[in-house]
């Protein structure tokens, strides 16, 4: 993490920072709102951790009070959304089944992983983080800002009942299927096995049901058949991880048969079966891989897909995977889909907007709007161009990336140092982790 001032400084802003108690106003950029038009010259105002302004130049007003930041010749967009990573080392299931649907990879995340401060030098605000996808269905997900903190409490997103919001992650295909202890082997039994949880689980729902709240006539608590529950209720969006357009199908019809909302991710095939992610009404969730290697069932990955799902009418997002592809590069994945024939519109709106929705934060997070979170990045250039680079990271009005600071531009560029966590010891020390 960042050094032990650093990490206090932060903490220490976000209650008592000027930055948070007077109006910040960012002028003279060009503002992608992703929500509306381009802004050539335009103006940003935040204040108290939310947007409370955003429009052209001499028709936005400016509070008196406003502290103001020239950024004329730079360009303002949200925070990027990753909609999959697996920062900060956490862990699904172990070998004991192939379906963990109550372990919470919450519980295993390390806040202080330098993966945060990657993905801060990238532009991202808020992510997924999974546990892994080697079950058929690994735990649940957690969803983060990252934001600088001590613990896994400080960064996570609550809901206004303060419960920590998440998915649950499935997966199917060859990541799954093993040969030994309790996983299946084979494709079609993996499909078995998962229809197998869920009826348990419909059942388990209907006996909750029948009880009408009689703690005598409740069935013995049951957490993962909870979490299921959830998910048929549609309170929480399963992520689920497939490759092959037969596999794609499967989990569609998955979904179908039990009437749970997914979101289908890395879609290797996806521009196989687009017309039918989107006749589904799945968001799609792609990883973009430029280099050769890697599982068999991804041999057909095209950088074609988001075009075609585009075409085919499907919500289409990005991911990094990390450390799949690097979160300091996740603007790239936007520009190889525009090079393979996607929009650039709906290329950008795949790395904020598209994601929040995945993630039901849209009402929070993925555009630059009034009233939500102020979140935002400042680029030295068009987000799409290899020569651009994240000058700053905002989140909720604080800024946790400056490039211009060397201890972040470390971050950014790589080298000695970067990849080290840290320890902060309540008298203000640190030292190397190891």
């Given at each position: 993490m960042?050094?032990?001032f650093?990490?206090?400084f ?12 007077r109006?910040?106003?960012y002028t003279g950029?060009?503002?992608i709102t ?5 802004i050539p ?18 028709s ?8 103001r ?5 730079k ?8 909609s999959?990573?697996?920062i ?9 089944a ?6 919470r990879?919450?519980d ?8 945060f401060?990657r993905?801060q030098?990238g ?9 892994g ?10 969803y ?8 896994i409490d ?8 303060g419960?920590?919001?998440g998915g649950l992650?499935?997966a ?7 040969t ?15 229809r197998?949880?869920?009826l ?6 209907e006996?909750?049901?029948r ?9 013995p ?6 979490t ?15 490759h092959?357009?037969n ?5 569609i019809?998955?979904?179908q ?10 879609v ?18 792609i ?5 050769p290697g890697?599982?068999i ?8 897909t988001?075009a ?8 289409v997002?990005?991911?990094t ?9 996740f ?8 090079r393979a024939?996607?929009s650039r519109?709906?290329a950008?709106?795949g ?6 929705r995945m993630l ?19 680029l ?14 905002h ?7 400056d490039?211009?600071?060397p ?5 950014a ?11 902060v010891h ?5 030292e190397?982790?190891?």
């Open positions: 960042r050094s032990a650093a990490v206090t932060a903490l220490l802003c976000a209650a008592v920072c000027p930055a948070q108690e109006p910040q106003a950029a060009q503002i992703i929500s509306g038009p381009v010259d335009g103006v940003l105002v935040v204040h108290r951790g939310k947007i409370v302004a955003v429009g052209p130049a001499g936005t007003p400016i509070p008196s009070d406003a502290q930041h020239d950024v004329s010749g360009v303002v967009m949200p925070g990027l959304v990753d999959h990573s697996h900060g080392g956490g862990s699904g299931g172990d070998s004991t192939a379906l963990h649907p109550d372990v990879v919450f295993s995340i390390n806040a202080r992983d330098t993966g401060q993905a030098a532009g991202i605000t808020t992510a997924n983080v999974m546990p996808s080697g079950h058929l269905l690994s735990g649940q997900t957690i983060l800002k990252y934001k600088d903190g001590k613990t400080d960064i996570v997103i609550k809901d206004a009942r419960n920590y919001l992650k499935m199917n295909g060859t990541n799954s299927i093993r030994t202890g309790p996983f299946p082997g084979t494709r079609s039994k993996s499909a078995a096995l998962a197998e949880l869920f348990k689980a419909q059942d388990y729902r006996k909750v049901r009880a009408g709240g009689d703690r005598e006539k409740m069935p608590r049951d957490l993962a058949l909870e299921l529950v959830e998910v048929l209720d549609g309170k929480r969006t399963v992520h689920f991880h497939t092959r357009h596999d794609i199908m499967t989990a019809r998955i979904a048969e039990f009437g749970f909302r997914p979101v289908l991710h890395h290797s095939d996806g521009w196989i079966v687009a017309e039918e992610i989107a006749k589904a009404g799945f968001p799609a969730s990883i973009m891989i430029d280099s890697g599982k069932e991804a041999l057909d990955a095209s950088f074609k988001g075609a799902l585009e075409r085919a009418g499907a919500l997002g990005f991911h995977d990390d450390y799949i592809t690097d979160s300091r590069l603007l790239r994945s936007a520009g190889l889909a525009v024939g996607m519109e709906k950008l709106y790395v904020t907007m598209a994601n929040a039901n934060l849209q009402d929070r997070i993925g555009s630059l709007e009034k009233g939500k979170d102020a979140d935002f990045i400042i030295s250039g068009d987000p799409l161009s290899v020569y651009t680079h994240v000058l700053e990271t989140i909720e009005g604080v800024k946790v990336f490039r211009s600071n201890e972040d531009r470390l971050y560029t790589g080298g000695y140092g970067a990849a080290k966590d840290q320890v309540l008298h203000g020390e640190e190397d982790n190891r």
